[in-house]
């Protein structure tokens, strides 16, 4: 893959790199088009990264279907799907690892020790590897883009990272590679999320800016539905991701993790979005 993107580097051809996880859906795909529509190149990976898992248990059951993956991307006009063996990524005796520091250890680094520290060590790989102009991704995990830009800037890659909505499904549910493992009743209850978020939202834009009290808006819509248990719900500047009294002007999000049965799902809205 490098010896590629050096010639391709060479022929002045523009990469777009989308990283995935597999098992791919609609939001991965908005992804793929965006980066279609801009650059001349388009790189997807397929990668289960096995340290950004703090639990065995979720790496095994992370859904995996490279045969459908690459079908499904063949379909996009992608030129390159980068899917490596974990032995390439983490040949014997790896020891070098990316951390972030300050915007790690809130949100899903709280719940999921290590696992911005394995986002930062794949994706700086990756961005290595492929050295593309243009990285994309999903608003559904902000927290990881935040991280993410933040790395791209302190290591001096020279590359954009682009950031594209969250796609629903009807119901308001996030796509994820996860909803493949709840049941159609979970996946039914899980709609919650969304429309406990939106309910803060509205109250935002009714003139509602103390955190505290969004937070309870969503806590009480979440509470509602008994197959839900809340993990967090934070109110964060965007950027920095420290927790808010009052929202300002910086940006803002409300964020959520909830699991539904035994799968955690995770979600945001923007509050206060510069355009
Ligand atoms: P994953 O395969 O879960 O690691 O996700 C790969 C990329 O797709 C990340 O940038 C995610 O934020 C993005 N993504 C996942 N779900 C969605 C979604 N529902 N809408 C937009 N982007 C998404």
Redesign the pocket.
Known sequence: MFSISRKLRRENKTVGFV????ALHA??F??VKAARAQCDIVVVSVFVNPTQFNDKKDLEKYPRDLTADAAMLAGFDVDYVYAPERAEIYPEGFSTYVYVEDLTESLEGASRPGHFRGVATIVTILFNTIRPDFAY?????AQ?VSIIKRLTRDLGFEMEIVE?P???EESGL????RNALLSDDEREKAAVIFRALREAKTAYKGGERNALKLTEIVQKAIGEEPLAKIDYIAVVDRETLQPLDKIGDNETMIAAAVYIGDVRLIDNTALNRKQ
Do not use: V, Y
């Open positions: 990283p995935t996880m597999g939001g991965h908005s992804l991704f999903g608003q559904k995990d990881q594209l969250t796609i629903r996030a796509l994820s590679s």
